[in-house]
């Protein structure tokens, strides 16, 4: 009888180190997507191998990964679920919410407090999760939460500022929840402030562009006692805010896969860019289009509208059109962010996230995450973003080289595992 020599059981930690080497050989990216996972296992193994007594400092598979994960343990990101906080908020940007109700907190949104966008979800944008419900605001009972969330941007105060682009009840859910909700309080700031002709494609009075102070001092008062969320650290400069900090977008890997390629040109605002021409860059366009002339047609995002009748429940409606603008998006290979006065756009990180290089004029941040020519471009001048336009559509080579840098920055810094990892330290901070 032939006798199956076994290995010690005190070497498995051994074993399973060069398999979680071999996995991440052959997948590079996986400590991208699925980062949480991958920290707590290589961890969990080292801590295995440190029980049976194994000494890792010349092993050449603890040498390959442990640059990967040095990073980690020096700065761990670390998302809490271990208390589920009862949230009071109200729908405003359904995208930025349907992201941070990943948190896993229980959200009640309210209804009938004042501004009709509040009374429904953006099913067009994305599905409601499941942890998110809407309540009228008579139903309330302050004791049933633990805080509130509340959202604004710069018109909410002064919307008649707006040339009735914007309704005339935009604020008054937010004067509500300040003048009746006594709960500990966050706000997250969409916007940035004010200025003159914010609103107005033809103004060209001499002020043109400046931020209106009264306004944005309003504002500032207002938010005196809360805790503000900035999703640019310009904007939060730019506002003055007296308790804020800054959070940038976090988006799940697993809703953005590698989509991107070709050379087709995309920008995203379509009727944005005549409403808010100043504050989404009409003129960059413009200046764009006609230095790049007919050569080459820069594209308006069109997302085929799935059938309601075979979809009648919203959340496998709201489902199908997010998946139906993703492969949209995915479909382009370059994204043009033309805007001058947006906070971190989520659009232009849902490209980058999808393979698309982005381009972009120098403000809010961009220059802190974008290497030019490396990952993407951003420039001061308008023309000089078409000349790196014509750059990418005329060298293919390159313009994969920067999508694939594009993609692995976006994996890395707007992962929603540290998106939700920096919200878990602002619960801390607000629920003691």
């Not at 399973?16 to 991440?24: A, G, M, Y």
């Not at 403000?363 to 790196?388: C, P, T, W, Y």
């Not at 060298?395 to 920067?402: C, D, I, Q």
Request: contains cysteine.
């Amino acid at each position: 009888m032939c006798r199956i020599l076994r290995q010690p059981t005190k070497n498995k930690p051994l074993r399973s180190l060069k398999n979680f080497r071999r996995l991440f050989e052959k997948h590079p990216d996986l400590i991208f997507l699925s980062r949480q996972w991958a920290i707590r296992t290589h961890n969990a193994i080292r801590g295995w191998a440190a029980h049976n007594k194994l000494y890792l400092d010349d092993n050449e598979d603890a040498a390959f990964l442990d640059p990967i994960f040095q990073r980690y343990l020096e700065a761990p990101i670390v998302i809490r679920r271990d208390k589920r906080l009862r949230v009071l908020t109200y729908r405003w940007h359904s995208p930025h919410q349907y992201e941070l109700y990943r948190s896993g907190h229980e959200f009640t949104l309210v209804t009938g407090a004042g501004t009709s966008l509040c009374d429904n979800w953006d099913w067009d944008k994305r599905p409601l999760p499941r942890n998110a419900r809407f309540l009228p605001a008579e139903r309330i009972n302050l004791r049933d939460y633990d805080l509130a969330i509340l959202h604004f941007d710069e018109n909410v105060l002064h919307p008649d500022r707006c040339r009735g682009f914007v309704p005339s009840d935009w604020g008054q859910t937010l004067r509500w929840f300040m003048a009746n909700v006594s709960l500990p309080k966050i706000a997250i700031c969409h916007g940035t402030p004010q200025f003159a002709g914010q609103y107005d494609c033809n103004y060209t009075a001499p002020d043109i562009g400046e931020i209106d102070e009264t306004a944005r001092l309003e504002l500032v008062q207002l938010m005196r006692d809360v805790l503000v969320i900035c999703n640019s650290h310009q904007a939060l400069a730019e506002w003055g805010f007296h308790h804020a900090k800054t959070i940038w977008h976090g988006f799940s890997p697993h809703e953005f896969p590698q989509l991107g390629s070709g050379d087709r040109v995309l920008t995203m605002l379509g009727a944005a860019l005549e409403n808010r021409p100043h504050y989404n860059g009409l003129s960059v366009v413009q200046r764009i289009q006609h230095s790049l002339g007919n050569d080459v047609a820069i594209t308006k995002l069109v997302v085929p509208q799935p059938d309601k009748n075979l979809l009648p429940d919203p959340h496998a409606f709201a489902e199908a059109k997010f998946r139906r603008y993703v492969r949209a998006v995915g479909s382009h290979g370059i994204y043009l962010n033309p805007t001058l006065r947006s906070p971190m756009p989520r659009s232009r990180g849902e490209a980058m996230m999808l393979g698309l290089v982005s381009l972009s004029m120098r403000n809010h941040d961009v220059d802190l995450f974008i290497r030019n020519g490396v990952n993407g471009f951003f420039a001061d001048d308008a023309n000089e973003l078409a000349e790196h336009i014509r750059y990418l559509i005329q060298n293919p080579s390159a313009r994969e080289r920067m999508a694939a840098a594009s993609r692995q920055t976006a994996l890395d810094l707007f992962n929603q595992d540290r998106y939700l990892a920096e919200w878990s330290k602002v619960f801390d901070e607000i629920v003691k």
